[in-house]
Each structure stands twice: as structure tokens, then as C-alpha cells.
T-cell receptor, first 110, second 114 residues
Framework: QKEVEQDPGPLSVPEGAIVSLNCTYS??????FMWYRQYSRKGPELLMY????GNKEDGRFTAQVDKSSKYISLFIRDSQPSDSATYLC??????????FGAGTILRVKS | NAGVTQTPKFRILKIGQSMTLQCTQD?????MYWYRQDPGMGLKLIYY???????DKGEVPNGYNVSRSTTEDFPLRLELAAPSQTSVYFC?????????????FGQGTRLTVV
């Protein structure tokens, strides 16, 4: 079983929509989760990270963890065309490795 | 403020040829990583290093080799290129391996094996 799984999409939404991006993870011991954003032909960049309990909000972005179902989500409010990118969830299973999900391709249409 | 630098940006190899993808970072980071990214498959870890002289295999190490003789450099070697190694390769570094430590990525190397 993969340590983290993510639906690759693609996901296409109109400008202003609320976007929900999701991942599942395999080990209930995982505590920290990260979201990276990758624009076309660029390397990924850290968007935000969250701990295993509760939500974390940063502007239009909210990261959420559901520990009971081993499910992590990234919500984007009032989505903009500039949000069009690939979003990757990531975990550090043992602290050293950094493991990514497949990434979800998001397109926000103006 | 260079960060993580990868060279070359693009390369076309013939089957059976060898090449080295270069990666250097100027942030004095101990941890460095090599990933490959195929469409719809996310980033797969090839090799990683927790410090000079120490390397370890990731998820997909076959067909690749690495070395880490200095803190700054982490080259990835392809000995006998195969079409299955056509991919985009990313190098990354982080200061620590801690759970919340951010990894910084290079711009990638697009490799085509024909």
C-alpha cells in the first residue's frame, strides 16, 4: 500500500469556485502533512503544512486533516486563474524521506 | 540567491548512453533528494542523502547511481540509458529531515531517451 495516495484529476473549475483537493494516507502514526504547489515547467514549492489535528488557514487556502479516516484536504476559496497548477500532498514517514502523492492538476477558468 | 541549481535543463540521450545530472545547492543543507516525475504519477523518490558520504535508496533506484562527496553537490548518474528513464528529474534539498522541514526544488531536467 502506498504511503500517500492522491487523485491526479485533472480538475477544471470556473473562477471564484471553491476547490477541494484530497489525499489519503496509510499510517495513522503520520502527524505532519504538507501541500506543495507546482506551476507548469517549474519545481514544486511548499504551500503550507498542517498537523494531524484540526485545520490550518492561510489566506484563501485551508488545510484540513481527518485523522479518523486518514484523509487530508486542501480547500481553495475564491479560486483564481493564477491558482492553476499541480497540487501535491506530501509526508515525511520517518523524518528523512519526503514522499509525495501523484499530484492533482487544477485548472481555473476565467 | 541561487538555491538549488540543476544542469542541464534539457537532454536527449540515445539508448545505452550514460550521463550525469548535476545538482548543487548553496544553502548549506544536509539533506538532498532526487525525484523523477512522470505525467500523472507525481514525484517518485530515486535516492536521497542525509549528509556528505551518506546516501540511501528511495522508491525507484534501479538504473541510477548517486554520490555525495560534498555538502553542496549531489549528482545523479545514469549508466545505460533506457526509454523508461524518459522523465523530468528534480533535485531538492532541506536543512533537516524533520517532519515540518521545507524542501527546496531545482527547476528540473527534462530527459528524453530515444
Amino acid at each position: 500500500q502506498k504511503e500517500v495516495e492522491q487523485d491526479p484529476g485533472p480538475l477544471s473549475v470556473p473562477e471564484g469556485a471553491i476547490v477541494s483537493l484530497n489525499c489519503t494516507y496509510s499510517n495513522s502514526a503520520f502527524q505532519y502533512f504538507m501541500w506543495y504547489r507546482q506551476y507548469s515547467r517549474k519545481g514544486p514549492e511548499l504551500l503550507m503544512y498542517t498537523y494531524s489535528s484540526g485545520n490550518k488557514e492561510d489566506g484563501r487556502f485551508t488545510a484540513q486533516v481527518d485523522k479518523s479516516s486518514k484523509y487530508i484536504s486542501l480547500f481553495i476559496r475564491d479560486s483564481q486563474p493564477s491558482d492553476s497548477a499541480t497540487y501535491l500532498c506530501a509526508i515525511r514517514p520517518g523524518g528523512d524521506k519526503l514522499v509525495f502523492g501523484a499530484g492533482t492538476i487544477l485548472r481555473v477558468k476565467s | 540567491n541561487a538555491g538549488v541549481t540543476q544542469t542541464p535543463k534539457f537532454r536527449i540521450l540515445k539508448i545505452g548512453q550514460s550521463m550525469t545530472l548535476q545538482c548543487t545547492q548553496d544553502m548549506n543543507h544536509n539533506y538532498m533528494y532526487w525525484y523523477r516525475q512522470d505525467p500523472g504519477m507525481g514525484l517518485k523518490l530515486i535516492y536521497y542523502s542525509v549528509g556528505a558520504g551518506i546516501t540511501d535508496k528511495g522508491e525507484v533506484p534501479n538504473g541510477y547511481n548517486v554520490s555525495r562527496s560534498t555538502t553542496e553537490d549531489f549528482p545523479l548518474r545514469l549508466e545505460l540509458a533506457a526509454p523508461s528513464q524518459t522523465s523530468v528529474y528534480f533535485c531538492a534539498s532541506s536543512s533537516l529531515g524533520g517532519l515540518r522541514t521545507e524542501a527546496f526544488f531545482g527547476q528540473g531536467t527534462r530527459l528524453t531517451v530515444v
